[in-house]
């Protein structure tokens, strides 16, 4: 099989540098552009969670409490290229529905969503979350939405647990409220799912 080699300048997905990538192809070539397109992807996503590490000391605006508390609950916004630290998801998630409410801008730019998978402790792109409500953990400020980086983990905790389980796209601000707050969620009692 003939290969060919070329450089290509590839756009890289939000906050990440340019990448000059070697694009080994054979003629006709769609599968190694397959390959090198969804390792250039893993790989743009994985370095701005590495990346997103807070200054010692580093507070979060919502509650001022020290946001590595708990490293295990730590949630980190990188806002116009800036890290913020949150001691948990419930005061980053509160932070993101009303950022000028503690300090922030509405127009900056959000780049990455930085949490820690509950299980594993590995980070992950907050947008693609499965939260687990109402269940019998509580964070580092009590009530907390409990991040896992996908759903069937997410699942079996609820199952130890109780709550419900909300993807990151389904929160509202009137849920966050309600958490905050120690209500629970509507149709929930005492932390355990209806069903």
């Not at 997410?154 to 958490?179: K, N």
Request: aromatic content about 10%; overall charge negative.
């Amino acid at each position: 099989m003939a290969v060919s080699c070329s450089t290509r300048i590839l756009a890289p997905l939000a906050g990440s540098n340019l990448v000059f990538l070697p694009v080994l192809t054979p003629k006709g070539g769609a599968f190694m552009r397959r390959f090198w397109l969804a390792l250039l992807f893993v790989g743009s996503t994985l370095v701005p969670l590495q990346a997103a590490e807070l200054p010692p000391g580093a507070r979060c605006p919502v509650c001022g409490m020290k946001a590595a508390i708990d490293p295990s609950f730590t949630a980190v916004l990188t806002v116009a290229g800036k890290p913020i630290g949150f001691d948990g998801p419930r005061d980053m998630l509160t932070y993101l529905f009303d950022p000028a409410t503690f300090g922030g801008d509405r127009q900056a730019g959000l780049g990455t969503i930085t949490l820690l998978d509950y299980y594993d402790e590995t980070p992950f792109d907050g947008r693609t979350a499965y939260f687990v409500v109402g269940s019998d953990v509580a964070g580092p400020m009590g009530p907390e939405f409990i991040p896992f980086n996908a759903q069937d983990a997410a699942e079996e905790f609820r199952h130890d647990h109780g709550g419900t389980v909300v993807p990151f796209a389904q929160v509202t601000p009137g849920l966050v409220r309600s958490i905050a707050t120690g209500h629970g969620m509507p149709g929930m009692e005492h932390g355990h799912h209806d069903h």
